[in-house]
């Protein structure tokens, strides 16, 4: 009887030691799996502060190309334009986006075939100018009457 005893007691305890040891390893794998798991949410962390510290950058620089307002615009335009006659000028619409206002303008130029170029070509350089359509007309022998539309950027 005492033998019985002392093994059942023995039993229990190896039970217990053997419970203990598999509870021990199950919460090691979990405790695994949650690590993995919070590694990849710092990663992906890590990776949202990097595209948004680049998308900062981004509109900082943006900012540098973009026209300070309409008026503005319309005088480079203007500085561009000495040699050429400005017929019309017209804001067809504005389009309110992200970081800048784009204003879609008709412009009509009327000048010489090698100024008209000339000024195509300055307008060209500018970054807060985007050239959609061109329409070119023969006005008499020596001019040429253009109806250029373009986008201007413009900041908020």
Known sequence: MKKKKKVSIFLII??????????????RKKI???EKELIQV????????RIL????????????????NIASLKKTIEDMAKNIEIKNWKILD???KKYAFHKR???????SYKNLVNFLKKIELYPFIDMKK????????????IKLEFVGLVKK
């Not at 710092?42 to 502060?49: A, S």
């Open 14 to 27: 190896l039970l217990t030691l053997l419970l203990g040891i598999i509870s021990y390893f199950c919460y």
């Open 32 to 34: 695994g799996s949650k």
């Open 42 to 49: 710092e990663k992906k962390i890590t990776l949202i502060q």
């Open 53 to 68: 510290k680049l998308e900062k950058d981004w509109n900082e620089e943006a900012e540098i190309y973009l026209c300070a």
């Open 94 to 96: 504005t389009q309110r």
């Open 105 to 111: 303008m008709v412009l009509e130029l009327v000048a």
């Open 134 to 145: 061109i329409f070119v007309g023969r006005k008499s022998d020596e001019e040429l009457e």
